[in-house]
């Protein structure tokens, strides 16, 4: 018996190749569920639940221009996948409220790209303005708070919060 052309005759022992076999395919199997393991733990926010982001600062002040801004989180933690209840005091350099200002807020997840809606605000009493942010998953995120009072240029602030699940 002798090979053909461009056949090869490999010789090894039986056991060898049920072994070698069974290695190359729990070696695939478990790359294959390694990846997929990553991909939920990145993109679906997944981590979260097992490390959640540090506890948003209930009260926080940022400078910005003219401007004085005071975050408080009227609605306890900030949770992903409902609308949170935020408030905004803008005041001037020597505490004044600064009325009838146009306040924007956008929140931005700093670790991914979200395409996430600007925040509706409402304006309150005394220079108060409420935000009802949705953030899609948990994690750090950013609010860009835009303010501007008629005649005044505009000033922008950020406020860097965490994100849970419910």
Known sequence: MSAG??????????????ISDRIARYGILGSGILCLSLLAWGHLGLGALIVPPAPTVALQTATAGA?????????????????????FAVRDRAGRPVPASAVHVQPVMTTMA??????????AAGGRYLAHPLF????????????????QPMANVSFNVGVRWS
């Open 5 to 18: 052309i461009g056949q090869s005759r490999e010789t090894r022992p039986a056991g060898q190749s049920v």
């Open 67 to 87: 401007y004085q801004v005071t975050l408080r989180l009227d609605s306890g933690q900030l949770t992903a996948g409902r609308h949170n209840t935020i408030s």
């Open 114 to 123: 979200m395409d996430v809606p600007a925040a509706d605000v409402t304006a």
């Open 136 to 151: 899609s998953m948990a994690g750090p995120w950013r609010l860009d708070v835009s303010v501007a009072a008629p005649g």
